[in-house]
């Protein structure tokens, strides 16, 4: 069975600093792997994914991630963040053959000046 | 422009009272989803369908409804059944075709049900 673990539910983070939230799969069997975005009172959007190829995946939005099979993890980074990057992030993960994408329970970023 | 609708965004009913929740893609996806919201917990998996007239049961299944009569649609019954009903309800769609590049899903505005 396919699981996500996001161990940090909420992160403050000052304007400009740069910030990383933390993502671990399980899994028996080759994965493909996501980070989402969620505004208030909005549907989710996708911010990156890793299928196959290189392990540094880039996204929309200046983030990042960096898929670590050893570690099971795809942490997401930014170098510097800005107010607007308020939101909450979900990490996501499908095996290559199950339909259903599995989602951990969120990590709230709050970006302050 | 394409992609999923929900509708109504939110949403008011009484206890007791069946709902149904309205998506509509026009991504020509073959795979739709619906899951379930709360704060705290994620997303949780209701029910999904793969082609027309077959879909299957999610991870919180017990007091939903579906049906998949036509490609495009793929609307959620919530039933006096369902114990807690309040909750943000989002509906996805996925294509199949093409390999490991269509495992992204897309996402509709969301609905909002609360149940008074």
């Known amino acids: 069975a396919q699981s996500v673990t996001q161990l940090d539910s909420q992160v403050p983070v000052f304007e400009e600093a740069p910030v990383e939230l933390r993502c671990n799969y399980s899994s028996s069997v080759s994965v493909y792997l996501f980070w989402y975005v969620q505004y208030p009172n909005q549907g989710l959007q996708l911010l990156l994914k890793y299928l196959s190829g290189s392990t540094l995946v880039k996204g929309i939005n200046g983030f990042e991630a960096e898929f670590n099979k050893s570690q099971t993890s795809f942490h997401l980074r930014k170098p510097s963040v800005h107010i607007s990057d308020t939101a909450e992030y979900f990490c996501a993960v499908r095996t290559g053959t199950a339909s259903k994408l599995t989602f951990g329970t969120g990590t709230r970023l709050q970006v302050t000046l | 422009d394409g992609g999923i609708t929900q509708s109504p965004k939110y949403l008011f009913r009484k206890e007791g009272q069946n709902v149904t929740l309205s998506c509509e893609q026009n991504?020509?996806?073959?795979?739709m989803y619906w899951y379930r919201q709360d704060p705290g917990q994620g997303l949780r998996l209701i029910y999904y369908s793969q082609i027309v007239n077959d879909f299957q049961k999610g991870d919180i299944a017990e007091g939903y409804s579906v049906s998949r009569e036509k490609k495009e649609s793929f609307p959620l019954t919530v039933t006096s059944a369902q114990k807690n009903p309040t909750a943000f309800y989002l509906c996805?769609?996925?294509?199949?075709?093409?390999?490991?590049?269509?495992?992204?899903?897309?996402f509709g505005e969301g609905s909002r049900l609360t149940v008074l």
């Open positions: 991504l020509n996806h073959d795979a």
């Open positions: 996805a769609s996925r294509g199949l075709a093409g390999g490991p590049g269509t495992g992204e899903l897309f």
